[in-house]
């Protein structure tokens, strides 16, 4: 998706409150406010397109079904965007239906949900959330330090919603359509690279319904999830924000590539300081990526110890 094929410089961080994230009835992961044992949760947050997924997520069924060339709907959206003056994830996501319409192809929530049963994920994917899980329980013992899994992408919540890996999530923050309101779909929200700053905040401060605002100041000594007990998965540009704002606050990133990609963009963002690691996105078990995520999280679980024994004393 565009997250991929129009590369953005790094802005600042947004913390712009919006409206409340429906989900699928059928597809219940929770949205909860984080209540658990304060300072004991560990969040992983991904990007999806290029991190979990090898190609952007309407390619594999949505630009088929239009009979449409990935390569040409990008530089479509990029032109547009430019000549407009539009920003490039809400002309992608008008583009997408206007095409429907010029095929007569009817675009609804049921078949986008369906098109995520097509998208194909990376090697280990849709093993390593439990295994995550398992590894934490193992290290952690019986501390109440526990691992939650968010999604934080400029993808369409409907596509990801049909996906496999889907109800492993705590929340899913995505750009979404308005099906409802219109003849045609309509953009509903969109999550731009810097928008998703906001979330890495929500999930920080336990304010994860959207209804909420995040803009008062809460002290640090409430918030649920310190930044320090973040890890972000992402794979370029797009994501450079998310990964700025963790590591200035104490969190952690890991960047990856595809298997057969080069690894350039990923040693450009490691030598500017804006991830701890980067690996093949290869997910798993003995793997780069699985080695070093579990040195981050075992840094985690030890930090998390020693501020509860320092508690106690």
């Known amino acids: 998706m565009v997250e991929r094929a129009n590369r953005k410089a790094e802005r600042g961080a947004t913390q712009g409150g919006s409206e409340i994230m429906r989900r699928d009835s059928a597809h ?17 947050v991904y990007d999806f397109d290029g991190t979990l997924s090898p190609k952007p997520m309407q390619e594999y ?19 547009i965007s430019k000549a407009e003056r539009a920003d490039v994830l809400i002309t992608y996501m ?43 329980k193992k290290r952690a013992g019986d501390s109440g330090i526990v691992v939650k899994h968010y999604l934080i992408s400029s993808g369409l919540t409907e596509i990801i919603e049909g996906t496999k890996i889907y109800p492993h999530f705590a929340n899913v923050f995505a750009s979404e359509y308005w099906f409802d309101a219109y003849d045609l779909p309509f953009p509903k929200r969109v999550i731009s690279d810097t928008g998703k700053t906001q979330f890495l905040f929500r999930i920080n401060k336990g304010l994860e319904d959207l209804s909420e605002s995040i803009n008062a100041h809460m002290p640090e000594a409430l918030r ?12 370029g540009d797009t994501d450079v924000p ?34 701890d690691f980067y690996a093949a996105a290869d997910y798993r078990k003995a793997s780069d990526l699985w080695k070093r995520t579990c ?7 030890a930090d998390v110890r020693v501020r509860e024994e320092a508690r106690g004393l």
């Not at 069924?61 to 032109?79: M, Q, S, T, V």
């Not at 040195?295 to 679980?301: A, E």
């Open 28 to 44: 219940p992961p929770p949205s909860r406010r984080a209540t658990a044992a304060p300072k004991k949760t560990i969040a992983l």
């Open 61 to 79: 069924a949505f630009l088929p079904k239009l009979g449409i060339e990935p390569k040409e709907f990008w530089a479509e959206c990029a032109r």
């Open 94 to 136: 008008h583009l997408l239906y206007k095409k429907a319409k010029e095929k007569g192809v009817r675009v609804d929530r049921a078949d986008l949900v369906a098109q995520g049963k097509k998208v194909e994920l990376y090697p280990g994917v849709a093993q390593w959330f439990d295994a995550m899980h398992a590894y934490v």
């Open 224 to 235: 649920p999830i310190p930044f320090s007990n973040f890890i972000y998965f992402g794979d």
């Open 242 to 275: 998310s990964m700025a704002l963790l590591k200035k606050n104490g969190g952690h990133a890991i960047a990856v590539h595809g298997p057969d990609e080069s690894e350039a963009k990923c040693v450009e963002l490691f030598k500017a300081g804006r991830c």
């Open 295 to 301: 040195l981050l999280l075992d840094r985690i679980i």
